[in-house]
């Protein structure tokens, strides 16, 4: 069965560095999606990406941010200088059509020291 | 505003049925979700309700009520596996973005 992968799945950076969070999404998935999970909190979206462009995003995606599809299988979330607050698990997500379910990859568990 | 509020803990023994309840208020409503998420793991999608009713699914079954704002998980034949926590998300008009709730913690006893 076909399914979201993430890299890595863990990954510990310090203060001010940037880090890259990489996605290969479901193969025929048009809609993709990064969420984020401090620990013992709720999941919250954080951006969608459809046709090369950002659709949505939320007021946690901000310009420290940005998102890119660099070719046709990958999808990457990067953060220019991490603060100790960027400390999560991040998950992606893609989906066939804009109303369909979302499935969400295994999640990278991101430590900024 | 949008807000899901489910409870924050529950408790049940092997072979039981529970039933986890949502409630949401939210500019609009487009469909709303049920996730299974294990410790440390990714939500795992469960079911999906966008009309009023029941689905079920085996041992999973989801109620929705549109006009009440409200949703239940039902789980029957409960496994030790079934300890996890449930996530209620709730989808709006005019977006795809999902809204989850804190999340359910159930834990099965022997």
């Known amino acids: 069965e076909p399914e979201v992968t993430q890299t890595p799945s863990h990954q510990v950076t310090q203060m001010g560095q940037e880090v890259i969070l990489r996605c290969v999404p479901i193969s025929n998935h048009l809609y993709f999606y990064w969420y984020r999970q401090i620990l013992g909190q709720k999941v919250e979206f954080l951006v969608s990406?459809?046709?090369?462009?950002?659709?949505?995003k939320s007021e946690i995606f901000d310009d420290q941010f940005s998102v890119e599809r660099p070719d046709g299988s990958n999808f990457t979330l990067k953060i220019r200088s991490t603060k100790l607050e960027d400390s999560a698990m991040y998950f992606c997500a893609s989906t066939e059509g804009s109303e369909q379910t979302q499935y969400f990859g295994p999640g990278t568990r991101l430590l900024v020291l | 505003g949008q807000n899901i509020d489910q409870p924050t803990e529950m408790t049940a023994t092997e072979g039981a049925i529970v039933q986890i309840n949502c409630t949401y208020q939210?500019?609009?409503?487009?469909?709303l979700f049920w996730y299974q998420q294990h410790a440390g793991e990714a939500p795992t999608f469960l079911s999906y309700?966008?009309?009023?009713g029941l689905e079920e699914k085996g041992r999973f079954s989801s109620f929705l009520s549109r006009s009440k704002g409200y949703s239940y998980l039902l789980l029957k034949e409960l496994q030790m596996k079934d300890s996890a926590s449930y996530l209620c998300a709730v989808r709006s008009y005019n977006t795809d973005k999902l809204i989850f709730g804190t999340g359910t913690r159930l834990q099965v006893f022997p």
């Open positions: 309700n966008v009309l009023d």
């Open positions: 939210t500019s609009g409503f487009n469909g």
């Open positions: 990406f459809y046709n090369n462009e950002i659709s949505e």
